[in-house]
């Protein structure tokens, strides 16, 4: 079974200050991991990925995030934050065996001028 | 390339209607998927389809179903609408049979 975790709902960061996003997955098998980014009133939008290989991987617009199997985590960071940056994000999952994906249930970005 | 595509962006129903979301991948793209998205719930899988067949479904009621064309582009049906049924309606399209995913930017279907 598989499953993912975001903590945190709500995160505020100041403009130019250090976004930090938590993820915690669960899962069997080697996961495949993902960030995506929702604006208002549109689809989500890929901002990363970890299916195999380096476990830091970076994304758009200065995104990335670290693989760490001990933890079972993937944090997503950014390390100056933008007011464009404000949005809903997803971490999710899914196995390397089939598309379906587990998704959290989302951390909404809000950037303070 | 184009994006995923999907039609009718908004949607009004009432209670006891049916209705059909089309969703036309990426091109060469053979994966799609469907979700729902509401406040409550979050993003829940529908189901997936590939060359045609079903390979995943969520955990939904027989009233939603699916189907996947030879071009693979996809289309969802939602019989005997309920008021619970208002959300928004996601589809995603795949290049692998395991990969991330590509989504379009939704249907809105409100329930009356």
């Known amino acids: 079974a598989q499953s993912v975790t975001q903590l945190g709902s709500h995160v505020s960061v100041s403009e130019g200050a250090l976004v930090l996003l938590r993820c915690n997955y669960s899962?069997?098998?080697?996961?495949?991991l993902f960030w995506y980014v929702q604006y208002p009133n549109q689809g989500l939008q890929l901002l990363l990925k970890y299916t195999t290989g380096a476990t830091l991987v970076k994304g758009i617009n200065g995104f990335e995030a670290e693989f760490k199997k001990s933890e079972t985590s993937f944090h997503l960071t950014k390390p100056s934050a933008h007011m464009s940056d404000a949005a809903e994000y997803f971490c999710?999952?899914?196995?390397?065996?089939?598309?379906?994906?587990?998704f959290g249930t989302g951390t909404s970005l809000t950037v303070i001028p | 390339k184009a994006g995923v595509t999907q039609t009718p962006r908004y949607l009004i129903k009432t209670r006891g209607q049916q209705v059909t979301l089309s969703c036309s991948p990426i091109s060469g793209h053979r994966s799609v998927s469907w979700y729902q998205q509401t406040p409550g719930q979050g993003l829940q899988f529908l189901f997936e389809y590939f060359s045609e067949t079903q390979r995943n479904k969520g955990n939904f009621p027989g009233r939603f179903s699916g189907r996947q064309f030879s071009n693979s582009r996809s289309e969802m049906n939602v019989s005997t609408l309920e008021l619970g049924d208002s959300a928004l309606y996601l589809c995603?399209?795949?290049?692998?049979?395991?990969?991330?995913?590509?989504f379009g930017p939704g249907t809105r279907l409100t329930v009356t």
């Open positions: 999710a999952v899914s196995s390397n065996t089939g598309n379906q994906f587990y």
């Open positions: 899962s069997s098998v080697p996961p495949y």
């Open positions: 995603a399209s795949s290049p692998t049979t395991s990969g991330e995913q590509y």
